[in-house]
Nanobody, 115 residues
Framework: QVQLVESGGGLVQAGASLRLSCAAS????????MGWFRQAPGKEREFVAA???????THADSVKDRFTISRDNAKKTVSLQMNSLKPEDTAVYFC?????????WGQGTQVTVSS
């Protein structure tokens, strides 16, 4: 069973940076495509960024040029570097692992950006 644990969230002011990490256990990490999603209060969960097994990355337009996803297969972690944070980035951020038809989610970490 794959388990994902996010960390690194917190309360910051607009313009600050945060780095989220997601540690995976179980399964073969290098075989998973990894992603970050977020869900703000009263809104649906939305895609933020994803990185393939070969480390090809894609980012949502809303975070492009501010957020960067990366992975470390040796450490079994995926990270999300978030710069120039805005109040609209406030949400619970979730890590996701996908391999074939299998999909796993972490429990989420809260990011709050004050204006």
């Amino acid at each position: 069973q794959v388990q994902l644990v996010e960390s690194g969230g917190g309360l910051v002011q607009a313009g600050a940076s945060l780095r989220l990490s997601c540690a995976a256990s179980g399964g073969t990490f290098s075989s998973f495509a990894m992603g970050w999603f977020r869900q703000a209060p009263g809104k649906e969960r939305e895609f933020v960024a994803a990185i393939s097994r070969s480390s090809d990355a894609t980012h949502a337009d809303s975070v492009k040029d501010r957020f960067t996803i990366s992975r470390d297969n040796a450490k079994k972690t995926v990270s999300l570097q978030m710069n120039s944070l805005k109040p609209e980035d406030t949400a619970v951020y979730f890590c996701r692992a996908v391999a074939g038809i299998s999909s796993y989610w972490g429990q989420g970490t809260q990011v709050t950006v004050s204006s």
